[in-house]
């Protein structure tokens, strides 16, 4: 840990991502290292991390990219009298997306338990 900052080995240690997948989701935007080191390495601050856990949550229910930035930028914004409005409708579209989108992935879980179900079945048959 260097000044409150972690390398991104222990980043991906810690939220189940590849190194891959974090220097990508640098690539594109969606979470830029708060610091470098001397060597140049990655240094990645609590609120990173924390960022990072977002994006993992999302990623399985569907959004893309561009949503994915301009959901961060809601949740980063505070929101002042002119874009409150806005960013609450936005953020309920992005809900009712996600909420979907549980939805359908409990009704995929259901049929694939069921399949499995059916082979547990058939090996007792036997």
Partial sequence: MVNGHVQIGEV????GLSLRTIRYYEEVG?????AR???????????DIERLGVIKRMKPLGFQLDEM???LG??????DAESGQEQ?????????KAEQQCRSLREQL????????????RLAED
């Fill in 12 to 15: 991906a240690e810690r939220t």
């Fill in 30 to 34: 969606l979470v830029v290292p708060s």
């Fill in 37 to 47: 080191s001397q060597g140049g390495f990655r240094l990645y601050a609590e609120s």
């Fill in 69 to 71: 930035r301009e959901l």
């Fill in 74 to 79: 809601i949740l980063d914004a505070a929101p």
């Fill in 88 to 96: 609450r409708r936005r953020l309920r579209e992005f809900r009712e």
């Fill in 110 to 121: 259901d049929i694939a338990e069921d399949f499995a179900a059916t082979l547990r079945k």
